[in-house]
């Protein structure tokens, strides 16, 4: 079930311009004279500290004498200005403190003729409007609520405006700036509220809420969260959830409710009383439907289609049935990132591996210079061929670090070209980058570079993973685990490996140990003597050992008691096996004493 919402921001233009200007600062506070305190309790009685907001303890003006209230109220109003006690040290009251040095008298040390600074008057304290240049005329755009309330309104003639209201204050409106305000609303919206989000028009924007208002509690509390978000940023707004996003559109604009949460299935009944306008009508069909008499949308329902296309044109009936859910209007989704893409256009069709080669060459420096001006390196690229039938042939290459290295692409690519099936030719070729990352400027080689430096692998692995796959090229690294096959996973081929143990292991490792079979050993410290592996047979020459590793006894209570013994062997021949016994020989619960080869060494 789909759930559209439907972001309306009516006052967007004049409440980003609020929030542009600055708050006014506090007029400076002028001197007057001491007010006259109301007498404080000091009579410590037997606790020695004061009560009921009297004198800080050690106070540098606290007297040791029994000074009744009105005493000291005379010595604080004796005393300048810079020296008499704040509030918040005389009530011990949680407020700031004043400078005391502003705005002193001139007999206090205060500049002769000192101006006040004026009283800012608040914002909207007079009428505001925006305007905009139409033709040869200028029309407002937004008003602020004192010119709303003083009858201006978006769409009058700002001559006009300036006939009715004589200190209007008229700014010239900025509509790019309110795109890109309502741009960064929708990319805030995918990154902490729904994965789609799109703009609706240049007041608002639409919220795909299919599966995602149970995140933030239901629909009604989404809703409440939006509304709370756009308060503290200092914008008004409306926003409906319906089925379809063209109810919601409606809903949102014309509803008369901040919030509005619509049952499935009843899109019907909610347009019907709804004015025409809310159908995203064109200026010349909403005349046509003012002419006919058609005030709202539940006027349209009964009127067949033929007559309706004629009256008020084929869209009208198209938005009639978006907004009803009979024909489908998909939202187009705001991506937050533009991936890098070039295109090369040809003249004639290619087919040769030659000039595909070329194209690609081409088309490499051109994403190279892209990749520059915006910072980014590679991490993986695609290219796509279209051919003269219309079928496309794509080829993709990755990279283990972001790169933007021309020459490394081109050869990259030129290992994958045989994949490329021109047939009667291409006409056209697009590089595409869907994962990349930051890259800055770097240094250039010098000409005598430090021997401590490490040899970049980066361009070895690109090509080994070309010619063998991905999957083939890897690093391994150490995980946390005493058992030997769990100690060990595939990491990165560029990944540093670290954490290995001092003990020695073996160049391979099994998936899985082998037993063998027909083993001759000395209990319970000795290497086997003799073993058969694969059917074949083997006498060992030497052995080190034992190395003991206990089981994890908190992953499986099958490992509680789990003991293996390993040892390094080498048989006739000069091959080196690492085998373990299971059990430690002595106690039966460890193991039962069978011999399995686990790896080989060199």
Not at 268 to 281: E, K, M, N
Not at 490 to 502: F, H, I, K
């Amino acid at each position: 079930m789909t759930r559209v919402a439907s972001l309306y921001l009516p006052q967007l233009a004049i409440e980003r311009l609020r929030r542009l200007q600055r708050p006014a600062a506090p007029p400076e506070r002028a001197w007057s004279p001491a007010p006259i305190l109301p007498p404080i309790d000091d009579d410590p009685g037997a606790c020695s500290v004061p009560r009921g907001g009297g004198w800080r303890p050690g106070a540098r003006w606290a007297h040791d004498g029994a000074a009744k209230g009105a005493d000291i109220e005379e010595q604080i109003a004796r005393l300048p200005a810079h020296q008499r006690p704040p509030m918040r040290v005389l009530g011990r009251r949680s407020e700031a403190a004043d400078p005391p040095f502003r705005a002193m008298r001139p007999d206090e040390g205060g500049p002769a003729g000192a101006a006040r600074a004026p009283v800012a008057m608040p914002l909207w304290g007079h009428p505001t409007v925006l305007i905009e240049r139409v033709g040869q005329r200028e029309m407002v755009t937004a008003a602020c609520p004192v010119a709303l309330g003083l009858g201006l309104a978006p769409g009058m003639a700002a001559a006009h405006a300036r006939a009715l209201v004589g200190d209007l204050d008229i700014q010239d409106a900025d509509p790019l700036a309110d795109r890109e305000w309502l741009d960064r609303l929708a990319l805030h919206a995918v990154a902490h509220w729904t994965p789609t989000a799109s703009l609706s028009g240049s007041d608002g924007i639409w919220l795909d809420m299919t599966g995602a208002s149970h995140l933030f509690g239901g629909e009604a509390r989404f809703c409440h969260h939006v509304l709370r978000f756009l308060a503290r940023l200092g914008f008004s707004g409306a926003i409906a959830i319906a089925g379809t996003p063209g109810t919601a559109h409606a809903l949102a604009r014309y509803g008369g409710a901040p919030i509005t949460v619509l049952p499935p299935s009843t899109e019907a009944s909610a347009l019907a009383q709804l004015p025409v306008a809310g159908l995203r009508l064109q200026p010349d069909a909403l005349a046509a439907a003012a002419r006919f008499g058609l005030e709202r949308i539940g006027d349209l329902y009964p009127m067949p289609r033929g007559p309706l296309a004629r009256r008020l044109g084929l869209a009208a009936v198209e938005r009639l049935d978006q907004a009803l859910g009979r024909a489908a209007e998909p939202i187009v989704a705001l991506i937050p990132f533009e991936a890098p893409e070039v295109t090369r256009r040809l003249l004639e069709p290619i087919g040769t591996a030659e000039a595909i080669a070329r194209v690609i060459a081409d088309l490499v420096d051109d994403l190279v210079l892209v990749l520059q001006q915006r910072g980014l390196g590679v991490r993986s690229v695609v290219l796509t061929a279209v051919r003269v039938d219309g079928a496309d042939q794509r080829i993709a290459i990755g990279a283990s670090r972001a790169t933007r290295d021309a020459k490394h692409l081109v050869r990259m690519f030129g290992l994958k070209l045989d994949r490329i099936d021109p047939g009667l030719g291409i006409e056209a070729m697009h590089l595409t980058v869907p994962h990349s990352e930051p890259l800055g400027a770097r240094l250039g080689d010098t000409l005598l570079p430090e021997s401590g430096d490490a040899p970049d692998l980066a361009p070895a692995i690109d090509q080994l993973a070309g010619r063998a796959g991905e999957q083939a090229v890897f690093r391994l690294t150490l995980e946390q685990s005493d058992v030997p096959e769990r100690a060990v996973r595939r990491a990165g081929p560029l990944a540093a490996a670290s954490g290995w143990p001092a003990w020695k292991r073996p160049v391979r490792l099994l998936r899985r140990p082998e037993q063998l079979s027909h083993v001759v050993a000395l209990l319970p410290d000795h290497p086997p003597r003799r073993f058969t592996w694969r059917g074949k047979h083997y006498a060992v020459t030497a052995g080190d050992g034992p190395e003991r590793i206990h089981g994890e006894w908190w992953r499986t209570d099958r490992e509680l008691w789990a003991v293996r013994d390993y040892f390094r062997v080498e048989v006739e021949g000069g091959q080196r096996f690492w085998v373990f016994r299971r059990g430690d020989g002595v106690v039966p619960e460890t193991g039962d004493l069978s011999w399995y080869l686990h790896g080989f060494f060199g």
